[in-house]
């Protein structure tokens, strides 16, 4: 069970970096929540599908330099590159936390810190 939650995530963020945010959705529960941390909380499928719409128009770029496994839960700690509102690239250093419930992605909470290159 413990491989199987980190394949998902893996292949959900493939989803991501292929431009694919119906692919990256498909792995999440309608009911999920996804919390940037010191920021906002998306509440439900459609409300990350709208803000990947806007925020993901050119798709990030991960490098996950490790993952930690337990229970219902994956940590992904790495880095990513995506374009920034001036269309800039911006740099970012992350701990995601993700928690499934079954086969579904049902909660990230994601501590993210804009980084120089």
């Given amino acids: 069970m413990l491989g199987k939650n980190k394949a998902i995530l893996e292949e959900a963020n493939a989803a991501i970096s292929e431009g694919n945010n119906e692919g990256f959705l498909s792995f999440c529960a309608d009911d999920m929540e996804w919390t940037f941390v ?13 803000w990947m719409a806007t925020t993901y128009v050119e798709p990030p770029k991960f490098m996950v330099s490790n993952f930690i ?4 839960f994956v940590t992904a700690l ?10 800039k690239a ?27 290159v």
């Fill in 38 to 50: 010191g920021d906002k909380t998306l509440k439900g499928k459609e409300a990350v599908r709208q």
């Fill in 69 to 72: 496994v337990e229970d219902d």
């Fill in 78 to 87: 790495g880095d990513i590159t995506m374009k920034d509102e001036d269309g």
């Fill in 90 to 116: 911006a740099h970012y250093s992350y701990c995601d936390i993700w928690r499934f419930r079954g086969d579904k992605i049902v909660e990230l909470r994601a501590f993210v810190i804009k980084t120089s």
